[in-house]
């Protein structure tokens, strides 16, 4: 017989959902971490005969997801959370963000948001943010000191910022930003140019050529509101997706975020392109921007993700709430109970993002080989009880208060709903201290 083989971790809970195989739920089965990676999913009487363990986890009322996703949000913006309010997007970005960023904006603004992003981001299962926003070298750098895993966009914007002064300058500071953190093992990047109608066509074609350069994906708000197509139709004669289009951004590489306003045409060509769609149906609620047509994406077969959006048009940062909003409106809209299955809605909140995001090799399943990012949903008490169905319960029942633990690359950042990678009262100490902070600035702001 052969000597049981040493390894990091066993994690023993009651059931593993691994996303791919879909549609399948292993109950008695352990997952073996060793090296940041998935080393085995096995039952669990085999796993304590194959693996020597330095610590086992046992989770006996819990099932384990992969991390979750979030493909979309600005993370600092955390402190602008409630600042608008029952606002549209156009006036909630002209009379309360666009003025309050101007003023607030630095690395320490950008710094002290993105940890109070990630410490609630962190103890609701997230353990990829994919983020678009200022600074982005600053915001990865505080993702990653929580313990997360962070995809930061190299963004670009026509107007000038304390940031950067103009498009060529967001463009400069980020491929720097890319060259100092490329060894960073739990940072990527991804070009981000913020819309189609706040990018010039010679920032839109430096994008598409710097995509092609680099093979990084592109991140991009569009057809979020009627009003931007409109827009773009008086503006350039063409609708965004066709603007896109011209410069060759209709690609595999396209991350197409909100797509709440698109035809019949334009969902055949983002799955004839492979592209993918962020979906972030709370913000587009809360904005009153609409309702993305969600089951006419899926039956198109276009790779759909799903994104919180920032704090400040959510206000949550809560993505099993995102995948519960997202399968009750896609039933809505398509009138049909089944149109979004709670497994594919979990798909969505997972592996569809890691494929988004170019890194489906690495994450987005329990999978042997894949990083270990996993999330633990205690599902013993009352307000899930009974339970008939894990897969469901995590949808439509459980919630982030349920998250006990979490893993990102094998690394056990939240135990027992605590964060682990430093003292937790002095990281929620501090993430409270700095919200308090910027509150009274943004008050003394708003008062002027």
Same mark, same amino acid.
């Given at each position: ?20 195989? =879909? ?7 352990? !997952? ?13 009487? /085999? ?14 009322? *819990? ?101 950067? %002064? ?16 490329? /060894? ?7 070009? %981000? ?25 592109? *991140?991009? *708000? ?45 969902? /055949? ?48 940062? /809560? ?46 399943? !329990?999978?042997?080989?894949?990083? =270990? ?76």
């Amino acid at each position: 017989m052969n000597a049981p083989e040493p390894v990091d971790t066993l994690i023993e809970p009651r059931w593993i959902v691994p996303v791919r195989p =879909a549609n399948v739920v292993l109950e008695g089965h352990a !997952i073996a971490i060793d090296g940041g990676r998935i080393r085995a999913v096995l039952p669990a009487a /085999d796993a304590a005969c194959a693996f020597r363990s330095r610590a086992v986890v046992r989770l006996p009322e *819990h099932a384990v997801i992969p991390g979750l996703v979030n493909a979309h949000t600005h993370a600092s913006m955390a402190l602008l959370r409630g600042v608008g309010d029952d606002m549209p997007l156009q006036r909630w970005l002209t009379e309360r963000i666009w003025p309050l960023e101007r003023e607030l904006v630095g690395e320490e603004f950008v710094a002290h948001g993105a940890r109070l992003a990630a410490v609630e981001m962190l103890r609701a299962g997230v353990t990829t943010c994919s983020d678009m926003y200022f600074y982005p070298d600053v915001v990865a750098r505080t993702l990653t000191a929580v313990g997360m895993r962070a995809v930061v966009g190299i963004n670009a914007i026509e107007f000038p910022t304390a940031y950067a %002064a103009d498009a060529d300058d967001y463009l400069r500071r980020g491929l720097q930003a890319r060259d100092a953190l490329r /060894d960073e093992p739990l940072v990527s990047f991804t070009l %981000a140019p913020h819309a189609p109608y706040t990018v010039s066509d010679a920032t839109l074609a430096r994008v598409a050529t710097l995509a092609e350069e680099l093979d990084l994906p592109v *991140h991009i *708000h569009v057809h979020e509101t009627a009003h931007e197509v409109e827009e773009s139709v008086r503006l350039h004669g063409v609708r965004p997706l066709h603007r896109l289009a011209r410069f060759g951004l209709l690609s595999e590489r396209l991350i197409a975020v909100h797509s709440v306003h698109l035809d019949d045409r334009e969902i /055949d060509e983002l799955a004839r392109a492979s592209a993918s769609v962020v979906h972030c149906p709370v913000s587009n609620l809360k904005l009153a921007s609409g309702i993305a047509r969600l089951p006419a994406l899926l039956d198109a077969g276009v790779n759909v993700a799903l994104g919180t959006d920032g704090a400040a048009s959510n206000n949550r940062l /809560d993505m099993l709430d995102e995948a519960r909003f997202a399968a009750l409106l896609a039933k809505a809209v398509a009138g049909e109970a089944s149109a979004l299955p709670a497994a594919a809605a979990l798909e969505c909140a997972t592996l569809n993002g890691a494929r988004a995001l170019g890194l489906a090799d690495r994450i987005g399943s !329990i999978e042997a080989g894949k990083e =270990a990012d996993l999330v633990a949903v205690e599902l013993a008490s009352p307000e899930v009880a009974p339970l008939f169905d894990p897969v469901s319960h995590l949808l439509y029942a459980s919630g982030r208060e349920h998250v006990t633990d979490v893993w990102v690359a094998g690394r056990h950042v939240v135990q027992a709903r605590q964060l682990a990678s430093d003292d937790e009262n002095a990281q929620v100490r501090a993430a409270l201290a700095s919200a308090a902070a910027w509150q009274n600035k943004c008050r003394r702001l708003l008062r002027k």
